[in-house]
Structure formats: structure tokens, C-alpha cells
């Protein structure tokens, strides 16, 4: 397994349980100074994390840990207990999640993860650090046909707090993007529950789709008759899923960006704009005034695509074909939440998802569905 040098720490090394015995600051203890040696530490800290998330996916047994409690090496950062606690469980929870995925034929045989801090904001005795997380596994030739590697760049909140002997414990991590969580995430059981949208009257909502494997089979016409470019709205969003369209307007902290990414896509390949009609989600279009709803929107794009027949639902997401579309509703209510294309399928049926927040390359619906066991799930065919 490759890794870079940072994230060859362990967490023996780079992130050490921190004695509760020596939390409280005496008084008068000075404000910690936070150096460039610092925000190294924290890099290291954050990479030795998210490293051990994804190699808890690849490798049988857990990553090397201590429960010890140890000084360690000058400059390294330390797992506070209740941290050092929830961490377990998410390594436990990775640990399920391969062996779900193994049981479906899914593997992985070697991952490198890098981590960059972007900022760190002070006050007082606590750092919080805002870093972006760029993960890469290799799929394990199981079937033969799988993809070469999955990809996806996550952004994250770190936590950090300051002991009265001038080292820093590692308090919290959140994920601080939208839509699916990463492959490394633990598994989230339930979503939290948020109101759904209220569907107008005069538009056609998409059915729910099956998520058995294998599927009856739905052909598709991806060759030079076919309705559109399907190949195109795949090279699009594989050429774009990391590196953004500097054309196109973003919409990463205005409700998540997957949506627009996936109308660039589909234009990309052939989709037609529209910037008149006769009802409010009857039009499609990006210009320099802006997006119509139904571009950047999860369910507008459905009630367009689904009123104005652009698609049709699919009964089952694994027939899903290259160009075909994946939306999630997390929590069951109505409302979905996310949107991804597809731009690899195998030929045992596997399809695979390239997307917007978090950034995404071919990840597996498959594994989608392990991560996401209580979402719905709505399958397109454009």
C-alpha cells in the first residue's frame, strides 16, 4: 500500500491519548502559540486520521493504536479520550462496511490519502483547523471488469485543544461537506430528519427504484444513434469532478454543487437549454444572469426532467447505464437531497458514480448503498 510520508504515521505516534489528569490549565498558564510547526502537527494528525479510516477499508486488521498513556514524540498531537472513543467506533464501523463489501464482490487493495490544511482559526486554548482530505483506493480485480481506482476529496473541521504543557489534543472531526458521505465515513445509520420539499401539482415526480443486485437487464443505445452523447457527459464529469469548470458558477456552500455539476454534464452531452416556457420548473439553462431552479436544484431537476420526459425512471439503480442519473433521499421523506451521474459501468452490472460534494470519481453504487442503507433511491435513464 502506498502511502505518503505523513500519512505512514500511525496513530501510536502522531496522535496520542491525552491524560485527563493534566486538562485543566493552572492559572495563569500562557495562551499556547500556534507556529508553522504547529499546523504541521495538525497535518500530521489530521492525515494519520483519515489514513487509518481508509486503510481500515483495505487491510484486515486495525491500524496500529496505543491506549496507553504516553508522552510520545516531541510535537505530536494527542487523542483526547473521548475522541480516542469515538474513533474506535468509526474504525469498527469501517471494518463492517468492508466486509458488507466483500460479501458483494467489492474490494480494495491498496489506498494513499493526503491531507492539506487550508486554515486555522485561534481563540483562546482551542484551534480549529479547516482541512481538505484527498483519498484514492484501488479496487481489488474481483469480477475483472471493475474500474482501476475511486477518488474522492473531502473537507473537514478539526478540533483542537491546548494542555498546560504546550502540546495539543485532537477534540473533534466533522464533515463539513454535503451529500453522500466518503467512502472512509463511518456509517451513518439515520440521517437527520429535515422537512421535505413540497412537490407543485403540475409536475410528474420521479418512483422510488429497487437496489437488488443483479437487475433485470434495460438496455441502453449508447452508440452513434443514441438520443444523446453519453460518452461526452461521462469524459465531462471525469475530466471536472476535482478540477471545476471555471465556466460554470459554484454552488459548494449554497446547498451542495452536484446538481449544477450534473447539468453541465448532461449539457456536455447533448442536452438542450431552456430559457422560456410556460410553468415555473419548465425551463433548463445556465447563463451569465444565472441558473434556472431546475439546473442547480435536486428535485426541480427531477420535476423538469421527469415533466418534460428528458428521462425516465429506471425500477431498478443498477440498471443504470454511462449517462444515466443516481439521486438520494437520505432520510425517506420525499425530498431528495443529492445527484451523481454515472460514467462507468461493468459488465457484471455494476454502475459507478462520478459527483459533486463531496467530490467524487467512480465510486460504486454498490458501495453507495452499503453507506446509505436507510436512503431512497431514484434512477434515471437520459
Known amino acids: 500500500m502506498r502511502r505518503t510520508a505523513l500519512a505512514a504515521l500511525s496513530l501510536s505516534t502522531a496522535l496520542l491519548p491525552l491524560s485527563t489528569a493534566n486538562s485543566a490549565p493552572a492559572k ?41 498513556k504516553t508522552t510520545g514524540a ?42 492539506t490544511v487550508d486554515s ?15 483519498s484514492t483506493l484501488t479496487y481489488a480485480k474481483i469480477r475483472g471488469d471493475e474500474p482501476d481506482t475511486t477518488a474522492f476529496v473531502a473537507h473537514h473541521e478539526l478540533i483542537f485543544a491546548a494542555a498546560p504543557d504546550g502540546t495539543w489534543q485532537l477534540t473533534g472531526e466533522r464533515l463539513t ?19 421535505g ?23 441502453k443505445n449508447l452508440g452513434t444513434g443514441a438520443r444523446y452523447k453519453y460518452a461526452a457527459m461521462a469524459t465531462y464529469a471525469e475530466k471536472h469532478w476535482k478540477y471545476y469548470n471555471s465556466a460554470y458558477r ?44 431546475t439546473w442547480i436544484g435536486v428535485n426541480e431537476w427531477s420535476w423538469f426532467t421527469q415533466t418534460a420526459r428528458r428521462t425516465t425512471p429506471l425500477a431498478n439503480a443498477y440498471q443504470m447505464e454511462i449517462g444515466d442519473v443516481l439521486q438520494l433521499d437520505f432520510d425517506k421523506n420525499g ?3 443529492h445527484s451523481m451521474l454515472t460514467t462507468y459501468r461493468s459488465a457484471s452490472g455494476v454502475p459507478y458514480l462520478t459527483y459533486h460534494s ?25
Open 28 to 68: 495563569g498558564t500562557p495562551t499556547p502559540e500556534v507556529t508553522a510547526a504547529t499546523v504541521n502537527a495538525f497535518a500530521r494528525a489530521a492525515n494519520t486520521l483519515f489514513t487509518d479510516r481508509t486503510t481500515a477499508l483495505v487491510e484486515d486488521s486495525p491500524p496500529g493504536r496505543t491506549a496507553s
Open 74 to 115: 516531541p510535537g505530536a498531537v494527542r487523542l483526547a479520550a473521548a475522541a480516542a472513543k469515538t474513533e474506535a467506533a468509526a474504525l469498527a464501523s469501517l471494518h463492517d462496511t468492508r466486509t458488507r463489501l466483500a460479501e458483494t464482490g467489492e474490494a480494495y487493495t491498496g489506498s494513499d490519502t493526503e491531507v
Open 120 to 134: 486555522v482559526q485561534v481563540r483562546g486554548r482551542t484551534a480549529t483547523a479547516q482541512v481538505t482530505e484527498d
Open 177 to 195: 461537506d454535503q451529500g453522500p458521505r466518503p467512502l472512509n465515513a463511518p456509517v451513518q445509520m439515520a440521517a437527520p430528519a429535515v422537512p
Open 197 to 219: 420539499a413540497a412537490r407543485p401539482g403540475d409536475v410528474i415526480d420521479a418512483p422510488r427504484a429497487a437496489i437488488t443486485y443483479p437487475a433485470p437487464a434495460r438496455a
Open 250 to 293: 459554484q454552488y459548494g456552500g449554497d446547498g451542495g454543487d452536484c446538481t449544477n455539476f450534473l447539468s453541465q454534464a448532461l449539457y456536455a452531452g447533448g442536452w438542450k437549454q431552456v430559457t422560456k416556457a410556460g410553468s415555473e420548473y419548465g425551463t433548463w439553462y445556465s447563463k451569465a444572469s444565472g441558473e434556472s431552479l
Open 335 to 337: 425530498s431528495k437531497e
Open 358 to 382: 463531496a467530490d467524487t470519481y467512480r465510486r460504486s453504487l454498490t458501495s453507495l448503498i452499503a453507506a446509505n442503507p436507510k436512503a431512497a433511491y431514484y434512477a434515471y435513464r437520459s
